[in-house]
C-alpha cells in the first residue's frame, strides 16, 4: 500500500518569501502526484497534478512541483508567496490504474503580511 | 462552475445516535468517493462508488457505517450508533468516468459526537 509524508507541519513566512514543501511517498509503481488546497473556510481544490512526462509541473497561482523519482519526492514550490496563500497544502498520491487516493497529513503555511 | 453538494455542512449529536450525511456529486460524475478527515490529518478514502456499485470499502467501519448510492446519482453515509472516535470532517468528492483520476471536492459536514 502506498504512504504520503509531509514533514513539514507548520510553515510560517514572511510576504514576498520562496516556498518549498516537502512531498515524499512510498510506493514501488507507477504513480500520479497531487498537490490539494485548502484555504481557510473553503474545500479542498487541486492545485497541480502529474500523471507523466515533464516531471516539472505548473499548477494554479503560480505554484509548481517537481517529480524526482530516484527520491519518491514531488515538493512543492513557489517562488515568492503572497498572504493569500495561508492555507492548508495535501500532497496525495494513487497508483497508476487505481484511483484511491492517498494523503499525507498537511501542512499548514502561515504568510504575514 | 459546477461543485459537488453536500448536507448538513454541520452536525451535532450525542453518542450512540443515528446520523446521515448527503452528497451529490457534479453533474455527470460516475466515480463518488467518502472520506474521513480527522483534525491534524489528510483525508482517509472510507468508500469509493463506481455508478451505483461499490468499488472499495475496505477502510469503512462496516459494523457502524453503512453508505448507499441506489440510483448512481446522489449518496448517503450513515452512521449508526455514533461514536466520540467519530468527531470529523466527512468530505465527499466526485471524479469523471472511471480513469478521470482528478478528484473535485465537496464542503465537507463537520460531525462532532458528544
Known amino acids: 500500500a502506498q504512504s504520503v509524508s509531509q514533514h513539514n507541519h507548520h510553515v510560517i513566512l514572511s510576504e514576498a518569501a520562496s516556498l518549498e514543501l516537502g512531498c515524499n511517498y512510498s510506493y514501488g509503481g507507477t504513480v500520479n502526484l497531487f498537490w490539494y488546497v485548502q484555504y481557510p473556510g473553503q474545500h479542498l481544490q487541486l492545485l497541480l497534478k502529474?500523471?507523466?512526462?515533464?516531471?516539472l509541473v505548473k499548477g494554479i497561482k503560480g505554484f509548481e512541483a517537481e517529480f524526482i523519482k530516484s527520491k519518491f519526492s514531488f515538493n512543492l514550490r513557489k517562488p515568492s508567496v503572497q498572504w493569500s496563500d495561508t492555507a492548508e497544502y495535501f500532497c496525495a498520491v494513487n497508483a497508476f490504474g487505481n484511483e484511491k487516493l492517498t494523503f499525507g497529513t498537511g501542512t499548514r503555511l502561515t504568510i504575514i503580511p | 462552475e459546477a461543485e459537488v453538494a453536500q448536507s448538513p455542512r454541520y452536525k451535532i449529536t450525542e453518542k450512540s445516535q443515528a446520523v446521515a450525511f448527503w452528497c451529490d456529486p457534479i453533474?455527470?460524475?460516475?466515480?463518488l468517493y467518502w472520506y474521513r478527515q480527522i483534525l491534524g490529518q489528510g483525508p482517509e478514502l472510507l468508500v469509493q462508488?463506481?455508478?451505483?456499485?461499490?468499488?472499495?470499502d475496505s477502510q469503512l467501519p462496516k459494523d457502524r457505517f453503512s453508505a448507499e448510492r441506489l440510483k448512481g446519482v446522489d449518496s448517503t453515509l450513515k452512521i449508526q450508533p455514533a461514536e466520540l472516535g467519530d468527531s470529523a470532517m466527512y468530505l465527499c468528492?466526485?471524479?469523471?468516468?472511471?480513469?478521470?483520476?482528478?478528484?473535485?471536492f465537496g464542503p465537507g459536514t463537520r460531525l462532532t459526537v458528544t
Open positions: 468528492a466526485s471524479s469523471p468516468e472511471q480513469g478521470g483520476y482528478e478528484q473535485y
Open positions: 462508488f463506481q455508478d451505483e456499485s461499490v468499488v472499495d
Open positions: 453533474s455527470g460524475h460516475a466515480t
Open positions: 502529474y500523471f507523466s512526462g515533464d516531471p
